[in-house]
């Protein structure tokens, strides 16, 4: 494994940001994989959330490919409120806005007389054999940043994916590494990692993501349940279950545009 980045963005002024080759697409080192921008758009949009409001749902849309270069991030409200809050915000690179996140704040409050049917944690990361470095990590900054343990499939294996996931940088040089930003780093995976037709044959573009968050992340692990579903028309949604080791986490979803290359 190469010597990694100090973080995914090193600060550039108020509000610009550097990516690090932490950040580098599997498709072109030139780009961003869509991880670390989610992660950075949600810590810019949480960092204005009222007191007693935790973040809940958070919608990506990517423009296009999200160039590797200085990003200035701009967060606007839309629609204020004292028990839930709706939050927009863009990362602009070269003057264009390149991605947009969409997040929803709601108030917590007092416990509920019945929480549901509980999901069980997975097996810990500690009772998963580490894995020999796959090859196809090596030389990717993103894939490199990021501990992969997986207790089903793996890189380059088609279909179900689950897999123990630990951030090996900060998202922000200097800054401490939160839950939120653990959690949403890696979300954007689940494609990738669920993936039903080999990516050297077939192209499999999520253009958004949605992520909804149960409650705040626990410890250093986030483990991915992902699988892919493809129509017969050429269009797919991979989905994951996110635990960590307390249990039930949140639910990921990704539309994707699924071509032969």
């Not at 380059?156 to 839950?179: C, K, S, Y």
């Not at 995976?189 to 909804?212: D, K, R, Y």
Request: hydrophobic content about 40%; some cysteine; aromatic content about 6%.
């Amino acid at each position: 494994m190469s010597d990694l980045p100090d973080a995914f963005y090193l600060p550039a002024g108020a509000d610009r940001y550097e990516p690090t080759r932490a950040t580098e697409s599997p498709w072109d080192s030139g780009s961003q994989h869509g991880g670390p921008p989610t992660a950075l758009l949600a810590h810019a949009i949480d960092a204005t959330a009222g007191p007693g409001l935790r973040l809940a749902r958070i919608t990506m849309d990517f423009l296009g490919p999200i160039p590797r270069r200085e990003v200035r991030i701009e967060v606007s409200p839309v629609k204020p409120g004292r028990l839930v809050s709706l939050s927009e915000a863009r990362m602009i690179v070269d003057g264009r806005t390149a991605v947009t996140a969409r997040a929803w704040h709601i108030a917590t409050g007092p416990p509920p007389p019945a929480t549901g049917e509980p999901i069980a944690p997975p097996a810990p990361p500690e009772a998963v054999t580490i894995p020999e470095p796959a090859p196809e990590l090596e030389g990717w900054g993103y894939g490199e940043s990021v501990e992969w343990r997986f207790d089903e499939g793996g890189h380059g294996t088609p279909g179900l994916a689950r897999v123990w996931t630990r951030v090996r940088v900060p998202l922000i040089a200097g800054e401490d590494m939160t839950g939120l930003a653990r959690t949403l780093v890696v979300a954007d995976s689940a494609n990738g990692l669920s993936a039903v037709l080999p990516f050297q044959e077939w192209l499999s573009i999520p253009p958004s993501m949605t992520t909804t968050l149960l409650r705040v992340p626990e410890g250093e692990w986030v483990h991915m349940d992902c699988r892919t579903h493809l129509a017969p028309d050429g269009i797919g949604l991979a989905q994951a279950t996110l635990c960590d080791s307390e249990g039930h986490l949140g639910e990921v979803a990704q539309p994707l545009l699924v071509r032969e290359r």
